[in-house]
């Protein structure tokens, strides 16, 4: 199915691992509704006519619209060559979100069956499923018991016009709509995303699940996500990301807001493997109060473009952040990847290890930030990137930013650079392993700090995509 | 040397007559004063940073004397430089009211030169001419330093070449004092070195002026800095930092380094209301190596900033960045800092620490070391802390009987030595021992 786009030229450097992207599949489907590509007022007001949204929302959209004009494109991080009038920004593959798998629309289904979702969710190994085609969610479940006890679980559209109190009160209060240009764009055009709401000391002990497709050419994905975890309760979501090959450039601009109360532990994974032609440009941000955890688990292996930095502001005593990061980026490839740790009070503490590795022309980029607020005494912020490159075509940068504007705190950042020890390989060739062999158990060492953080399934599929990744470029 | 013609001249800005003045003044070659005038233009056409440029963005550019100056008088030696000019040198140049140009006699016999960067300009022009802009001028500068540089290069009166032919060693050290006196002064040095394949040379430049009571006027010194050094040579170099409170201090330095040579860039800051220094060395290959070494101690609203740049643009350098300081009152000090290995950068090993301690509460830091790779076969880290006086120090001195104040004056201290036990030349290094202490509180 995508041979035609394998003789695009991009796609035929040396060494890309095009060929081994094994999300590389696409329905030749018909959508139920295509808008236009361009965005206009008129685009906009089109999706939440569509939507059938409060007259708040409409408004919120288009000053959204307004911002995101008004803004100039970031001129740092990667280079972003999109033409804004060259996207759908709106595209529905079905009327309505399922909730029984038999009733998603076959050529859907398919889809999702590649990925292997309905068995995960029939094992029992997760405790909800969404799943999002497109601009909107198709497939919504969860578990019977968390529902009883009140855990919300629901695409966002769905959220709006169902809990549109709970909804209004939180929407858009961690990322406002003028927050950067492309949280103003994801502002004005957002469609699908998850919606969570964890009651009181409700510990939800499996994760809840979403996987995210682009599967229309050209074709700008901006799901919102808000996660709400009310005082001492528990969440681990966990998000997937594919897109078929296609031969123009897709963008994927998602928002993710977070709140965690007094005490609650959120955790977030992500493992982003979008196909090398999607410009990856997400603004993700928690709070965190009293005694809060908030854990950003975030995997980069996919995209053309990722320019990603979760953030946790940690605003009452005890709060902590972290942020736990792998990249890797191979030919053509630019992951601008990084975290941000505000500690806005005392005896907040913060953590961030990030791990990247560069692979045949691949450039990986650490930018983070960590800002600590006069006043905030007792925090504790360690920042931990260690970067691997695995030959001389490849690049990797570290932008750390401190910026401390109070006395009694503990604030380290340390960063190393390296290739593949010739000592450690030696040794394990001399044990009788090739040098291909060697070099995989190596990466494999060093990623695994992280790695173990992943849910097994996910740690699984994060291993084999890294080895994906080298493949291309050694043996 | 005198003041200039055009010294004590209104609150305006430069014109093509003061370029010229001062060009007359020095009786300075033709082409020198063209290449003056055509900095004016570019100045001219140049805007001043806006603040949102990457490293121009936590300086405080608000009532920066940018265009409230006039050309600074020269005046006497000023206090606060006693004792900052070893007397075991091999040279001295000192710009004040009854300034000093000497020159060992055994090294001017060897064809060393160390002079007025005018006069140099006359006496060996091929020389200078070659050199003079080719590392530090408005072309190359970083965004928002452009402007700075080319006034610098258009009005500079405190100049100083030093030349040190192939394989010369001058073992003691050279010393250019540059001064200022009076307020809203605008005072533009340039430094250029020149040091041969083989050679050898120590500069201790030393910037002071003393403060005025109740100035209200700030004055504004722009500093270029130029090195460059022949293959197997070595360049050490210090720069001692003793401005008043009335006095914002910019400096550009550029180097580049030769095959195996091996320099040192030491700063040292203790006194100026705002130190901004912009320092790019672009290091040599096969074991070439540079040591940028930076000591501070903020006091009241001071701003300090080291913006650094280690360039490795080829094989089997290395280099190493040790920036450590302490801030008191509401000091705030900004290190920006960037390694940049291009791809023909293999066998590299470059590293940076940034270390600051925090003595008050109102004192803050930013330390920003950046990576840019792109070569694997390299061996890079870097780390930056910021942090106050351990507890478990202070309670282990204090248990000991020592006070308070002197326990932490200790630690800090200690915490400065592992940078300032580097820094060039044994005499400059008690120097700023003492100021560390004076700057601290204890006694002289």
Known sequence: MVTEERSHPDLQKPGVVKDDYQFGFHDDAEALVKLPKGLSAEVVNTISDLKNEPEWMRKLRLRALEHFHARPMPNWGGEIDIDFDDIHYFVRATDRDEES?????????????????????????????????????????????LEE??????????????????????????????????????????????????????????????????????????????????????????????????????????????????????????????????????????????????????????????????????????????????????????????????????NTTSVINSKSLAIDGGRTSYRGLVKIYEGAEGCKSNVRCDALMLDDKSRSDTYPTMEIDEKHVDITHEATVSKVGEEQLFYLMSRGLTEDESTKLIVNGFIEPIIKQLPMEYAVEMNRLVELQMEGSIG | MSDTTVAGTELTLPTAEWVEAVSAQYDEPVWLRDARLAALQQYNALSWPSGQEETWRRTPLEGLPLESWRMAMVGGLPAVAAGLIGSERAGLLSHHDKGASELAEKAAKRGVIFAPLSQAAREHEALVRTHLGSLVNPDLAAVGHARLVALSAALWTQGLFCYVPKDVAIEQPLYHLMTKTGEAAGLFTHTLIVAEAGSQCTLVEVGASDPIPGADEASLVQRTIEVVAGDGSRVDLMQVNRWGDDVVAFASAGGKLGRGSQATWGSAVFGGRLHKEQVSFEIGSDGSHFD?????????????????????????????????????????????????????????????????????????????????????????????????????????????????ASAERLIVQGFLTAAVDRLPDAHTREVITDLVNRHLGGGA
């Open chain 2, 292 to 404: 940028l070494l930076g000591v501070f101690v903020g006091t009241g609203s001071q701003h300090i900033e080291h913006i650094t740049h280690q360039l490795h643009d080829t094989e089997g350098g290395s280099s190493e960045l040790i920036i450590k300081g302490a801030l008191d009152g509401d000091s705030r000090a900004v290190q920006y800092g960037t390694i940049h290995i291009t791809p023909a950068g293999q066998r590299t090993a470059a590293q940076q620490t940034m270390r600051n301690l925090l003595l008050s509460d109102g004192a803050s830091a930013d330390p920003i070391p950046i990576l840019e790779i792109e070569a694997d076969d390299v061996k890079c880290a870097h780390a930056a802390a910021v942090g106050p006086v351990d507890p478990e120090q202070r309670f282990y001195l204090e248990s000991r009987g020592i006070d308070p």
């Open chain 1, 101 to 145: 798998w038999d009733d998603v629309p076959e050529y859907i289904k398919d889809t999702y069956d590649k990925l292997g979702i309905p068995e995960a969710e029939k094992k029992g190994l997760l405790a909800g499923v969404g799943a999002q085609y497109d601009s909107e969610v198709v497939y919504h479940n969860i578990r019977e018991d």
């Open chain 1, 149 to 346: 006890k009140g855990v919300l679980f629901l695409s966002t559209d769905q959220a709006l016009q169902e809990h549109e109190e709970i909804f209004k009160e939180h929407y858009s209060t961690i990322i406002p709509a003028n927050d950067n240009k492309f949280a103003a764009l994801n502002t004005a055009v957002w469609s699908g995303g998850s919606f969570i709401y964890v009651p009181k000391g409700v510990k939800v002990d499996v994760p809840l699940q979403a996987y995210f497709r682009i599967n229309t050419e050209n074709m700008g994905q901006f799901e919102r996500t808000l996660i709400i975890a009310d005082e001492g309760s528990e969440i681990h979501y966990v998000e997937g990301c594919t897109a078929p090959i296609y031969s123009s450039d897709s963008l994927h601009s998602a928002v993710v807001e977070i709140i965690c109360k007094k005490g609650a532990n959120v955790r977030y994974t992500t493992i982003q493997n979008w196909s090398n032609n999607v410009y990856n440009l997400v603004t993700k941000r928690a709070v965190a109060y009293e005694n809060a955890v908030m854990t950003w688990v975030d995997g980069n292996l996919g995209s053309k473009l990722t320019m990603k930095y979760p953030a946790v502001y940690l605003m009452e005593p005890g709060a902590h952040g972290e942020v736990l990061s792998i990249a890797s980026a191979s030919g053509g490839q630019h992951q601008d990847a990084g975290a941000k740790m505000v500690h806005a009070a005392p």
